[in-house]
């Protein structure tokens, strides 16, 4: 009988495949990680992304970058998804693409000048472990880039998206959600302390995360975008 690690795995490969047959799935793609561009750009030196997949995050990085992909699922190696990365990536640098698990990352010790983790977190089979790997591998100083779907957010939050949704709303105006959920549905959830999540991804308590966050780095900013939630840290 499969894990809940795998069931999840196989649901996250199934969407991921469904996507590289859709006509869209370029626009899908850079719609997605537009919001990061910028700060992916300023990037530089030897930088390993976690669960980087088909190495679409090449695109946004300086070509002059040494970039590692670890990927743990094979689906990605695929001869289709490997033909749209390159393509997908024009002129960003040529990952070296390594089969591993984020929990054990076969590099040395502050091996890397940056890493990456774009909406990996939600995937792993141990988030501690996974943390715990990112910060061997980094240097002291290091940067790290973490973006995290369906972490609920903090009444705090709720209460920044609420303000200029409103605003917008009586203005007649426009407002780019942070949080991308209706806000009577994500108020209620909160309530009642049933906020939900997709079924392929694993349920991150923030207070936990950060808990495990703060060991080994310093956050250096948080921040909603496009409905996910960024954490930018340095290694300590």
């Avoid at 695109?59 to 490997?82: C, G, I, Y």
């Avoid at 640098?93 to 054990?104: C, S």
């Avoid at 806000?183 to 349920?203: F, M, N, S, T, Y």
Wanted: charged residues 30%; negative net charge; aromatic residues 10%.
């Amino acid at each position: 009988m499969a894990t809940s690690y795998e069931q999840r795995q196989a649901q996250m490969e199934s969407w991921y495949d469904q996507l590289l047959n859709r006509d869209d799935r370029e626009a899908v793609l850079l719609e997605d990680y537009a919001p990061y561009a910028t700060e992916l750009r300023e990037l530089n030196g030897h930088i390993v992304d976690i669960g980087g997949g088909a190495g679409v995050s090449a695109r946004f990085l300086d070509p002059a970058v040494d970039l590692v992909v670890v990927e743990p699922a094979a689906s990605w190696q695929t001869p289709e998804w490997m033909a749209f990365g390159e393509k997908f990536r024009r002129s960003g640098p040529v990952p070296q693409f390594v089969h591993a698990p984020g929990e054990a990352l076969p590099f040395a010790d502050g091996e890397f000048d940056a890493a990456l983790s774009f909406w990996t977190l939600n995937h792993v089979a141990d988030i501690g472990r996974c943390v715990d790997e990112m910060a061997r591998v980094l240097r002291p100083g290091g940067v790290a880039f973490l973006v995290i779907d369906d972490i609920e957010p903090s009444w705090l939050d709720l209460a920044r998206e609420a303000f200029p949704r409103v605003v917008a709303r009586l203005r007649n105006g426009t407002y780019e959600a942070r949080i991308l959920k209706p806000l009577r549905g994500a108020l209620r959830e909160k309530w009642r302390g049933d906020w939900r999540i997709q079924p392929d991804h694993l349920r991150i308590e923030e207070s936990r995360l950060l808990d495990m966050l703060a060991k080994q780095f310093r956050l250096e900013r948080r921040q909603w975008v496009a409905g996910s939630l960024k954490y930018r840290l340095t290694r300590t």
